[in-house]
């Protein structure tokens, strides 16, 4: 098996988990914060995919899917166009509500596409290009692409406690 084909199973882990846990959710359960200062389902899942697509967009050189496709403007949030939800504060986390679960696995899933365009076009040699110097070690692509995967799947285990929490609670 190719190392490829490993970041891609990934990041497929990744799309079945977003799924899993946005499936069926109402605007009260993906914005529920069960206690002051904890993240919301929609929060945690918009975060991961605004990782996901500003740093695989960034490693690739292609556009971020959240500005060249219209996701910024769709989900209409009222944030700065490259926020990705680093360092929000409270506050932040609250104002980031959407429509309905269906926009964020539509965000997801073409930033998922756009992902897996990218890996498949992945040679070996290409993981070991430097894809960011401001870290000593300089990253490279492959320590960027896992970087990304570990971070999403533990956002999305974050997403799916929240969901089993949230149901727990109602019942």
Excluded: C
């Excluded at 990744?14 to 904890?38: C, Q, S």
């Excluded at 496709?69 to 944030?79: D, P, S, T, V, Y």
């Excluded at 504060?89 to 897996?116: C, K, N």
Aim: aromatic share 6%.
């Amino acid at each position: 098996m190719h190392a490829k084909d490993i970041l891609i199973d990934g990041y497929g882990r990744i799309r079945e988990e977003v799924h899993a846990v946005l499936d069926g959710l109402g605007p009260d359960e993906l914005h529920a914060r069960p206690a002051p200062g904890v993240n919301s389902i929609a929060w945690l899942v918009w975060h991961l995919t605004r990782v996901q697509d500003d740093h695989v967009a960034d490693a690739f050189g292609l556009d971020q899917v959240w500005l060249a496709q219209g996701w910024h403007e769709r989900l209409g949030l009222g944030l700065p166009r490259h926020d990705t939800g680093y360092g929000h504060s409270p506050a932040q986390v609250a104002e980031v509500r959407v429509a309905s679960a269906d926009q964020l696995t539509g965000y997801y899933d073409a930033v998922h596409d756009q992902t897996l365009t990218a890996l498949r076009g992945l040679a070996a040699k290409d993981l070991e290009r430097i894809v960011d110097e401001r870290w000593d070690p300089p990253v490279s692509l492959g320590v960027r692409l896992v970087s990304v995967l570990s971070d999403d799947l533990q956002h999305v285990g974050q997403a799916a406690y929240l969901r089993g929490l949230l149901s727990s609670t109602a019942a």
